[in-house]
């Protein structure tokens, strides 16, 4: 690529780009750890690692030297041939869950797609043909097709997209008597976050989940659990739903696992799985050999390096910081592991900005708030690195 500046990028930004996002004006252009670069050469410590993508940070040589190493190898098959990584990626996600069997996509939203049409299909199959609906929770989020945002408990993902897919009932997160009355004889699956993360980092009540898992249980629903952000070591656990001890029936997995190549996952059991019979549902690029290589890289660092221990002590350590700034920077803080949500004083943009123009990045967490999601590897030292970013940032004006 010829090499053309920033001013220049971003003028052709604003001709050329559909105006769905608002990224702030510097062109990323290298990253190492918790460290971007951008195109001047300006420093940003990134704690949005792509909103929870690179879980190893930047560049991990190892990450790196998968893909380089396949894409020497082989680059895309298409699912009409079987591929190591493929099937060694699926063996992988079973043995770090309750899953027996595994589909692989190129996205979260697909792995939400995936996981309703499975749901609908087990029960077509079973001659439950009333079993149509899902019940999801307000203030979700699932991703942004048809099927997903209908899904997504956020008005603001929806309005202008109508017709949505119908069938969805929307309650409140952590209210089980609210989910009891939308349970029915015509619901065929309640999808959950484990944590809702776009929303800014709600932790459920305690016990919330396995009553969910027992009312699902009890009427017949199946239960999915949207694993896309806090999965793969986020919270301190392969994944959310671990610290528990329930387990879904289908479980959706992307952001992290492809190791910052497109890559989703859903993960179900043998007899759920079941009813995927050839030719019912596919996609061309999903498991993608490259991205297959790069997961298994993430997978594998995460476990020789004991990571997800990392997070929960790096996660601790943190969100106890973030409190000690006091309740004139900050309102609250809600966190497991390195996912750490806070709500401050000030408005949420606002916060976001002048972390950025103090060398921190930061990610929009509900309104009111800020969401941090550092790599899973991250160090103390960057973490009080943060903390004294956001320590000024935040002060009162
Ligand atoms: C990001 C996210 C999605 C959507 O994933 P995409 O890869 O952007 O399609 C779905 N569910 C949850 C919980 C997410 O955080």
């Known amino acids: 690529m010829d090499q053309r500046t920033t001013q220049d990028l971003l003028a052709t930004a604003q ?16 990253g190492r750890g918790s460290i971007l670069w951008d195109l001047d050469g300006r420093e940003y410590l990134d704690f949005t690692s792509g909103i929870g993508v690179n879980a190893l940070g930047h560049a991990h040589p190892e990450v790196q030297r998968a893909i380089a190493e396949q894409a020497t190898r082989l680059c895309h098959t298409s699912n009409l041939f079987y591929h190591q990584g493929y099937i060694e990626l699926c063996e992988r996600l079973c043995q770090l869950s309750f899953g027996e069997q595994v589909y692989l996509c190129n996205s979260g939203t697909e ?30 989020f699932h991703g942004r097709t048809m099927g997903a945002i209908a899904a997504t408990g956020q008005p603001k993902y929806q309005e202008g997209f109508a017709p949505l897919m119908p069938g969805v009932r929307h309650v409140s997160y952590g209210d089980l ?16 976050e484990p944590i809702q ?19 699902c249980t009890r009427t017949g629903a199946l239960l999915i659990f949207d694993e896309v952000q806090t999965g793969i070591g986020r919270t301190g656990r392969w994944f959310a739903h671990q610290h528990d001890d329930v387990t879904p029936d289908l479980l959706t997995v992307a952001k992290a696992i492809g190791g910052g190549l497109p890559l989703g996952a859903l993960v179900t059991t043998r007899a759920i799985g079941a009813a995927l019979q050839p030719g019912l549902h596919a996609s061309t690029f999903g498991g993608n050999p490259v991205a297959c ?18 997070a929960k002590i790096m996660g601790d350590y943190f969100a106890g910081r973030l409190r000690e700034l006091g309740p004139e920077r900050v309102v609250e803080v809600r966190h497991r592991g390195l996912m750490v949500g806070i709500t401050t004083k000030l408005d949420g943009k606002a916060a976001v900005a002048r972390c950025r123009e103090l060398g921190l990045l930061t990610n929009l967490g509900g309104t009111q708030g800020l969401r941090f999601l550092p790599p899973l590897n991250v160090s103390r030292a960057e973490l009080d690195r943060a903390i004294d970013v956001a320590a000024k940032a935040l002060a009162p004006e």
């Open 293 to 310: 290589a790069a997961g298994l890289a993430v997978l594998r660092v995460i476990e020789r390096e004991g990571l997800l221990d990392n």
């Open 177 to 192: 008597d609210e989910l009891t009355r939308a349970i029915g004889a015509e619901t065929a699956a309640v999808i959950l």
């Open 15 to 30: 001709r050329h780009m559909t105006p769905n996002y608002a990224p702030p004006p510097f062109v990323a252009h290298r």
């Open 111 to 140: 792995a939400v797609e995936g996981a309703f049409k499975l749901a609908r299909r087990y029960f077509y199959d079973r001659g439950e043909r009333r079993r149509v609906e899902f019940v999801s929770t307000h203030e979700s």
């Open 197 to 215: 993360g776009n929303a800014g980092v709600n932790v459920p009540p305690p016990g919330y989940l396995r009553a969910v898992r027992d009312l």
